[in-house]
């Protein structure tokens, strides 16, 4: 007894075929660029020559009301001295503070312009993003890439004690 199949059945079982094919190396092909993304901009490992020695930001947290954040600097704040900066951590999401003057501070976004990390060194004035190792002013501007655009800046006032950010 000899089976035959039609050409009907056979073109069904060469599409499965070729299906099934698709879909393992569609799926393979998502596990790897997964992989690369876990490996990049967003991990938070770093990435760059010497940014893992790069010392890290201290972490303060301030009162939100609205779009204005306010935090208190006094003689334990990792802000009192000129030329310090820190991460201001607040449900308006992270900013970076320095202070640039006895009566100045600047304020910024905490998040790269490159691949959107978050920036968490501070080294010689300069932020330093530990994914790739941008690096800014404390203005926000772009010292050294592979960012190229600035920092967002905030407005920020002084009066002595309570510095107030506005975002």
Same mark, same amino acid.
């Given at each position: 007894?000899?089976?035959?199949?039609?050409?009907?059945?056979?073109l069904t079982e060469e599409l499965r075929?070729?299906?099934?094919?698709?879909?393992?190396?569609?799926?393979?092909?998502?596990?790897?660029?997964?992989?690369?993304?876990?490996?990049?901009?967003?991990?938070?490992?770093?990435?760059?020559?010497?940014?893992?020695?790069?010392?890290?930001?201290?972490?303060?947290?301030?009162? =939100?009301?609205?779009?204005?954040?306010?935090?208190? =600097?006094?003689?334990?704040?990792?802000?009192?001295?000129?030329?310090?900066?820190?991460?201001?951590?607040?449900?308006?999401?992270?900013?970076?503070?320095?202070?640039t003057d006895a009566n100045a501070f600047?304020?910024?976004?905490?998040?790269?312009?490159?691949?959107?990390?978050?920036?968490?060194?501070?080294?010689?004035?300069?932020?330093?993003?530990?994914?790739?190792?941008?690096?800014?002013?404390?203005?926000?501007?772009?010292?050294?890439?592979?960012?190229?655009?600035?920092?967002?800046?905030?407005?920020?006032?002084?009066?002595?004690?309570?510095?107030?950010?506005?975002?």
């Amino acid at each position: 007894m000899t089976i035959t199949r039609q050409p009907e059945e056979l073109l069904t079982e060469e599409l499965r075929h070729t299906r099934r094919q698709f879909c393992t190396y569609t799926c393979q092909a998502v596990s790897l660029l997964a992989a690369g993304t876990l490996a990049g901009c967003g991990s938070g490992s770093p990435t760059s020559p010497g940014s893992a020695s790069v010392p890290q930001l201290p972490t303060i947290s301030g009162s =939100v009301t609205g779009r204005t954040i306010t935090v208190t =600097v006094d003689a334990a704040s990792p802000v009192t001295n000129v030329g310090s900066a820190a991460m201001l951590q607040t449900s308006l999401g992270r900013v970076l503070l320095a202070r640039t003057d006895a009566n100045a501070f600047t304020a910024v976004t905490a998040t790269c312009t490159h691949q959107s990390c978050t920036i968490t060194g501070f080294e010689d004035d300069e932020y330093v993003c530990p994914c790739h190792g941008s690096r800014f002013a404390t203005s926000g501007a772009v010292r050294n890439g592979p960012a190229s655009r600035a920092l967002q800046q905030f407005p920020t006032t002084f009066d002595g004690t309570v510095l107030t950010v506005s975002v």
